[in-house]
């Protein structure tokens, strides 16, 4: 990999292209060690060979999987894997998040499956309920997805710490405008037919490409 002169980072926002994800399951808590091996491997070749511009594989607290999540360079086409970024939401109102190596943030990823036509209907349940997480200790940031062939939602967060995130599951508020966004939206309109699975992950591998400004420094 080439010498960065920085942190590697992934940048996620509505102006940085599509993303790529994958999330890989293993039948045992034993497999992931070399799922991890092989998916650092393979997103290190991928940024070698062109096909993404930078990208971060994530190991599951649960020992039962391995998410990559990378910068697409290719050209933009109706897939399962490939998604289009619908909301940012940082706490510090920039306009990007950005996982970068080294960073010591809990990370969460959330899939979703969306109910044919009703994508619109999906975005505005994350917006309803991020306005009351955000305001929670710990919080970082908050990214919705929409893959490319309309099919799947993806939440992707940041806080602090992994107590930070689980606490929001305490807070009545929150409960309540999950609740709430459960009932108006999903029910009646068949949005998101069936809850996700939590994946809560741990940071394992940034690879990046030199940025012109900082390369040619």
Known sequence: ??????PARLTIGKD????????????????????????????????????????????GHSKRDVATISAWAGE???APDLYQVEIVDQLDKSVQSVIEGG???????NVFLVADGKQKEAVEY???????????PGYVSNNVLMSTDGRHAVNVGQYESRQDFLAIFRQ??????????????????????RSPRLRLHDLIHVTD??????AEA
């Open 172 to 193: 009545p508020d929150v409960l309540a405008a999950f609740g709430k966004a459960r009932r108006i939206v999903c029910p009646l309109l068949g949005v998101l037919p």
């Open 209 to 214: 490409l030199p940025h012109p400004s900082l």
């Open 126 to 136: 994350f917006a309803h309920t991020i306005p009351y997480v955000r305001k929670q």
């Open 76 to 78: 933009p086409v109706a």
């Open 16 to 59: 940085a292209g599509l993303l790529r994800l994958d999330v890989v399951q293993v039948p045992q808590p034993h497999d992931q060690p070399p799922l991890v091996r092989r998916s650092i491997a393979a997103t290190d070749r991928d940024l070698t060979e062109g096909l993404i511009k930078s990208g971060v594989v994530l190991r």
């Open 103 to 109: 960073s010591p943030e809990f990370h969460f990823v």
């Open 1 to 6: 990999m080439p010498d960065l002169g920085h």
